[in-house]
T-cell receptor, first 114, second 116 residues
């Protein structure tokens, strides 16, 4: 089952604009991660934010985390055509001691129009 | 450093057949996880192997099975294929920590399986 939901499911903006995607999750977490996926290929890790952090930056990416609302957002500033992809948030779920799995949302499909 | 590789890239099978997908983990990693991603959905955890032992399993039937070899590469086997098994299959390798610390999972490019 999916951990949470991403919002919106699809987003289309003009190149140069900012894109914001939101993710909600259900259980308590130690960290939350964002991934990018181009055209049904493998997942690329973008950023990890820990439960004791509220905001994190990496280049044009800004991630916020609100554990009281069980939600996170990913902001991509000054978007480029190459940012066109699906974006997923994922939380870590403990299976047994030493074994962890990633639990993904359904993703946001981002399209950057030239 | 060699990344995670998967083979084959694409595969077409018919219902009832069996399939084997392969994954080579990143150098130094001892843990491999497999995920199934249906079209338009997020990846779903199938199972994980740590030092050649199954170390956790998601909500998938027993016809999904796996192996991990001494070099930490891995196979995913699916028997009695069904139409709903059509998906992108992703493997991810990581350095397992029995103490429970989270280590990043690095994903391969995936195998696209189509069941007709």
């Amino acid at each position: 089952s999916q951990q949470g939901e991403e919002d919106p499911q699809a987003l289309s903006i003009q190149e140069g604009e900012n894109a914001t995607m939101n993710c909600s999750y259900k259980t308590s977490i130690n960290n939350l991660q964002w991934y990018r996926q181009n055209s049904g290929r493998g997942l690329v890790h973008l950023i990890l934010i820990r439960s004791n952090e509220r905001e994190k930056h990496s280049g044009r990416l800004r991630v916020t985390l609100d554990t009281s609302k069980k939600s996170s957002s990913l902001l991509i500033t000054a978007s480029r055509a190459a940012d066109t992809a699906s974006y997923f948030c994922a939380t870590v779920d403990l299976i047994i001691q030493g074994a962890q799995k990633l639990v993904f949302g359904q993703g946001t499909r981002l399209t950057i129009n030239p | 450093e060699t990344g995670v590789t998967q083979s084959p890239t694409h595969l077409i099978k018919t219902r009832g057949q069996q399939v084997t997908l392969r994954c080579s983990s990143q150098s130094g990693h001892n843990t491999v996880s497999w995920y199934q991603q249906a079209l338009g959905q997020g990846p779903q955890f199938i199972f994980q192997y740590y030092r050649e032992e199954e170390n956790g399993r998601g909500n998938f039937p027993p016809r999904f099975s796996g192996l991990q070899f001494p070099n930490y590469s891995s196979e995913l086997n699916v028997n009695a294929l069904e139409l709903d098994d059509s998906a992108l299959y992703l493997c991810a390798s990581s350095l397992g920590d029995p103490a429970g610390a989270y280590n990043e999972q690095f994903f391969g490019p995936g195998t696209r399986l189509t069941v007709l």
